[in-house]
């Protein structure tokens, strides 16, 4: 198993360079040519939102992208810092704070349409998407 793993400071400048190095190790991994652009799209979403949640609560922790080649299959994992509240628990939120919470909502509906095996984690130390594609490996005819 092979893994690179890329941290940045959350800046919305650095989410382009995420969707190039994915898509690179993607490729490399054997995901499908027809898939990068998925893969693209994926990973700015997710990074797009892990760097908006670092913003929000003031985290200068970077936010982490691990990029997994596995026998056959290439998962990606972008992670966050951000305590995330257990759904419908603390006070209802300011009209931003709901604002914020539907583009947050937007950006997971966005990923779970371009990614078919999607993982959503979250806690009080950060939350985690993990997306999974397979590889050529995984999809070749057997002889």
């Known amino acids: 198993m092979a893994t690179v793993e890329l941290r940045f400071s959350a800046l919305p400048e650095h989410v382009r360079t995420a969707r190039l190095v994915a898509a690179a190790v993607a490729r490399r991994a ?12 994926a990973v700015g979403e997710a990074c797009t939102r892990a ?3 670092h913003q929000h609560g003031g985290i200068t922790a970077p936010v982490n992208v691990s990029l997994i080649e596995e026998e056959k299959q290439f998962s990606i994992e972008v992670g966050d810092r951000a305590p995330h509240a257990a759904p419908g628990a603390g006070t209802p ?4 704070d709901d604002a914020e919470t539907e583009e947050d909502e937007m950006g997971l509906a966005v990923i779970s349409g371009l990614v078919d ?3 959503v984690t979250a806690g009080e ?3 985690r ?3 999974t594609w397979p590889t050529a490996s995984a999809v070749l005819p057997s002889v």
Do not use: N
């Open 125 to 127: 130390d950060g939350g």
């Open 30 to 41: 054997g995901v499908d040519e027809a898939v990068l652009d998925e893969v693209r799209l």
């Open 117 to 119: 095996d999607v993982e």
């Open 51 to 53: 760097v908006g949640l």
């Open 129 to 131: 998407i993990r997306m």
């Open 93 to 96: 939120g300011t009209v931003a």
